[in-house]
């Protein structure tokens, strides 16, 4: 230290690995629990229309605690295109 003041120091922005990690296993579960194993899928094809409507419900329908009970396409702004 010289003239009495402390060096500054670089601080290391915060790590958001775990914050990620957290929500992949929630996403990963929600998948789990609600699509690939609340039915019988009979073949791919049926595996994979069952997954795209699932996708459709879980992104425009379904209520997320995190959004206030809100389906995520709610937080889109300019989802039509329609702003520049």
Known sequence: MTGG?????ATAPADSAPVLR?????????LAEEWAYAQV??????????LAQFLHHYNHHRAHTALAGQPPITRINNLTGHYT
Request: glycine share 0%.
């Open 5 to 9: 003041r402390r060096p500054e120091r």
């Open 22 to 30: 957290t929500e992949r296993l929630v996403l990963n579960r929600t």
């Open 41 to 50: 899928f009979t073949n791919s094809q049926h595996r994979a229309d069952a």
